[in-house]
């Protein structure tokens, strides 16, 4: 359970516990469970944390302080855009991730390849081939077609 110790719209201390409740107020005896009304007598809250619905594009951007809303206190996380340097970083990491896919499936073909092997078929050579192709695709990394081993 979140919690804040506040005064009117003022933060005293957050995050708060029951613990530091009990602590602050030694000469007071407190249910294993204090009620909201038990807590709120010595200005300390219940924290709601709001989250929103993050899209493609966007991040999360936490709130470390709450604040008072129609008389409940909140962490009203919010949902931004990223960056350029966000957007770059992601796509690099999506990139080398397909770049690893993409080495993995052809190394599991690699037998076919070697000089003792039977002659490769032309459809084993065409998937080895389309997989090499796999970054030029016009949507790498975003959305990738792969191709279906023979």
Known sequence: MLLVKATDSTVE???YSLGLLRKDNPNTSFPKQPSVADMAAFNV?????????????????????????????????????????EVAEATAVLAADAR????????????????????MSSAMTAYRTALRNVPAQSDFPTTITWPTAP
Request: no cysteine; aromatic share 8%.
């Open 100 to 119: 690893e896919k993409r080495d993995a499936l052809l190394a599991a073909t690699d037998w076919a390849a070697m000089p003792d092997s039977p002659t």
């Open 13 to 15: 201390q957050y995050p």
């Open 45 to 85: 809250y219940s924290v709601t944390e709001a989250n929103p619905t993050v899209g493609d594009g966007q991040r999360l951007a936490k709130t470390w302080t709450p604040t008072l809303v129609s008389g409940d206190w909140v962490l009203a996380h919010e949902a931004v855009d990223l960056t350029d340097a």
